[in-house]
């Protein structure tokens, strides 16, 4: 059959240049969601291992027709949802975006209004959960988010700049795949640790003592943990030299981001303690 006169021939390196970017796209990894589920599920082993008896029966109460009626097991339940029509609205939850230029300074009105990010989602559904006068199904949405976003909030590319959506556009190559650095920190880092979340968070667990951890006694905790992870990009170099990661870099970054993982996992316990305390 004859070559339409109407339509123009592409050449075969111009056709090659366009079905690249899409192969690309369907060669590479997920969206990045927030430290993937097996780093949500570190930090919910992590926090549910430091609840006290009654903390961890209210969890127990709240969850009781989940699934998976625990911590760990509602922690990725935020990234499923978000999504289905119903939950687009909370997108922007998960995250903070920061301008370069002033770097690793908030301003609630500029990055978060009206609520719209992470920062507002925490002390939001925290606001929820603990209001006793909340329908249970209400108490256990916000037991939920609440668990996702502690521990997002901790991974430094979600207190990252604007002007590459928190390392969302900026792409890089890992074990010969496209990556975006958002992506190789909510995801490959933790597993290139090689070990189930439940094993990992024991491991942790075992670690040296974190640094002394002010924040809890701050008016706003979780606007202190976005400026954090935020500091924590440029101080630690986390954007590598050349869009390519390196076994080193794994090897050098994975110490902070288990720290990071860990921290989650504290702060989010000693949240839920004070949400979740008997009523006077």
Known sequence: MPWPACIPRISRPLRLALLTPLL???LAPPAALGWGREGHRVIGHLAEARLSPAARAE????LAGEPEPSLAGVSAWADEVRDLPEWRHTASWHWVNLPRE???????ERDCAPRQCIVGAIREQLALLADRGQPPARRT???KFVVHFVGDVHQPFHAGFADDRGGNLAQVRWQ??????HAVWDSALVRHAGLEPEAYARQLAGGPSLPEDHSLGLAQPEVEWALESCRMIGE??????????TQAYMEA????AEQRLRQAGERLAALLEQAL???P
């Open 102 to 108: 002033t770097p690793c300074q908030f301003e609630a």
């Open 24 to 26: 690309a796209l369907a």
């Open 176 to 181: 010969r795949q496209g990556w975006n650095l």
């Open 236 to 245: 630690a170099s986390l954007y590598p030299e050349r869009p390519f990661i």
């Open 141 to 143: 949405e916000a037991l």
């Open 59 to 62: 969890v127990e109460r709240l």
């Open 253 to 256: 970054k994975r110490p902070l």
């Open 277 to 279: 305390a008997p009523p």
